[in-house]
């Protein structure tokens, strides 16, 4: 079973940076693949993807609305999984939450449905 460790969010202004990390804290020794998704506060909407990559880091997938500005990558032991996120818009500010996929860990899932094992989030807010 993995747990699954946000940190890194904060208030920062429009046009600034913020790096979030996700730990597994229970290693494990089959592979996973992982992924960042958002929900802004109050909202009442479904959880957004935002990027995802596989097992060694060799698959990665954007959302249109984060690509370009968003980086999404794992260290090389690869239970520590980070979003650097530039050029942050108003329009940004959400929780996230990092997530696991042990079923299909060859892949960058984008689907939330696929995922098995769930972050608390951490909030990021940009300001105008």
């Known amino acids: 079973q993995l747990q699954l460790v946000e940190s890194g969010g904060g208030l920062v202004q429009a046009g600034g940076s913020l790096t979030l990390s996700c730990t597994a804290s229970?290693?494990?020794?089959?592979?996973?693949?992982m992924g960042w998704f958002r929900q802004a506060p109050g909202s009442g909407k479904e959880r957004e993807f935002v990027?995802?990559?596989?097992?060694?880091?060799?698959?990665?997938w954007y959302s249109d609305s984060v690509k370009g500005r968003f980086t999404i990558s794992r260290a090389y032991a690869g239970n520590t999984m980070y979003l650097q996120m530039n050029v942050l818009k108003p329009e940004d500010t959400a929780d996230y939450f990092c997530?696991?996929?042990?079923?299909?860990?060859?892949?960058?899932?984008?689907?939330?449905?696929?995922?098995?094992?769930w972050g608390q989030g951490t909030q990021v807010t940009v300001s105008s």
């Open positions: 997530a696991a996929d042990i079923y299909r860990p060859y892949v960058a899932t984008v689907a939330a449905e696929n995922y098995d094992y």
């Open positions: 990027a995802s990559i596989n097992w060694n880091g060799g698959s990665v």
């Open positions: 229970t290693r494990t020794s089959r592979p996973y693949a």
